[in-house]
């Protein structure tokens, strides 16, 4: 498969975008490379043109200039970067992100008037989390009345790779504290604790996980795509000691000072992590859907441990041919719950049923 359009992979060298690059080469893609370091660029071995920029502003610039068809950004720090990135293609350039904050998908949903203005498709929070947990409320929902609640759950297996966090995760893990536990109350995106209403959930296959509240984008678009007065977001990722979760209050005040916040993400971003591998199988995205009769639903998505890659590819591809339509959206939001089927993923709807 070719595509005349130019796709711009950024953040190409980390470990994500190297994976995307590897499947839209495979796949036949007209591939750019983008990042900080030529030489690293061309250490990958993928053939594809490559563009040097050395930050988010200078990137902007260059898409700005040469107007590839799509941009796929991996560079993270997606509430800082996301939404001069996507603006600077407008118009025609195509825009997909993987954030998985409050305030990213926020802001980047914003600009959907903008694009519709602009004839470009901006697609944020692509990649395992927002997908898996909206696409499970979508099919739950399809067909019925606006439910009363919904409760999504993000419980992922993440296999880690040797080296530093780098300054993406830790901007994200930072910002994540510094906005606060948040939830949906009788349609208002209202405060609340983080780390808080623990839960031993049992998965389809058996394994017990604890999931916890988390201020992720799993809330944002699992309210976006059931439009429910009432939801809660949790990650396994968020799973910590009662001492910890006690601290959060006071390491919240810390980080929302700006000097703080520069030195947290710093600090962190050059901790040095050992190589893991997935801490089970399967990555399972979770829902559950009530209904003011009292009526209720719930699904599963079952996904492999390089789900994100695929998913990254495919939305890619699809926006390359043209697949998009003008305006800001969630994967499933704009590609429907079947897109989470991507590379192999399957629903599980009513397991007791």
């Known amino acids: 498969m070719t595509h005349s359009g130019e796709i711009w ?32 660029l061309r250490n990958l071995g993928i053939a594809a043109r490559i563009v040097v920029a050395g930050g988010a502003e200078s990137t902007a610039s260059e898409i700005a200039r040469q107007r590839p068809a799509v941009v796929v950004n991996t560079i993270g720090d997606y509430a800082t ?90 901007a994200s893990i930072v910002d994540a504290l510094v906005g606060g536990g948040r939830r949906y109350t009788n349609g208002r995106l209202i405060k609340a604790p983080m780390a808080a209403d623990p839960r031993e959930i049992v998965l389809p296959d058996g394994e017990t996980v604890t999931s916890m509240t988390m201020p992720t984008g799993e809330l944002i678009a699992a309210h976006a ?13 968020a799973s910590i000691g009662p001492a910890a979760r006690a601290a959060l209050p006071v390491l919240r005040a810390l ?20 190589a893991s591998p997935p801490q089970r199988a399967n990555s399972w995205g979770h829902a559950v859907v009530e209904w003011p009769d009292g009526a209720s639903r719930e699904g599963w998505l079952r996904t492999g441990p390089e789900y994100a890659n695929d998913v990254v590819a495919e939305v ?27 590379g192999g993923a399957n629903f599980i709807l009513d397991p007791s049923r």
Do not use: W
């Open 225 to 237: 795509v059931s439009n429910a007065p009432f939801v809660v977001a949790t990650t396994s990722l």
């Open 255 to 274: 980080v929302s000072i700006p000097a703080v916040r520069r030195f947290a993400i710093k600090r962190l971003a050059s901790v040095t992590v050992k």
């Open 81 to 170: 970067t996301a939404s001069a990135i996507a603006r600077a293609g407008l118009p025609g350039t195509h825009y997909l992100d993987l954030a998985n904050d409050v305030l990213a998908l926020q802001r980047l949903l914003a600009l959907h008037d903008e694009a519709v203005a602009a004839g470009s498709t901006l697609v944020t929070g692509v990649g395992f989390g927002v997908l898996a947990t909206e696409a499970v409320v979508a099919a739950l929902c399809e067909g019925q009345p606006t439910p009363r609640s919904v409760r999504v759950d993000a419980m992922a297996s993440v296999a880690i790779e040797a080296g530093t966090v780098g300054t993406a995760l830790a």
């Open 9 to 40: 992979i950024l953040g190409a060298t980390g470990r994500v975008g190297r994976a995307v690059a590897q499947r839209l080469i495979d796949q036949g893609a007209n591939l750019v490379l983008v990042g900080r370091d030529e030489t690293r």
């Open 316 to 342: 890619a591809v699809r926006l390359a041919r043209g697949e998009g339509k003008p305006g800001a959206y969630t994967p499933a939001a704009l590609f429907g719950p079947d897109l989470a089927t991507v």
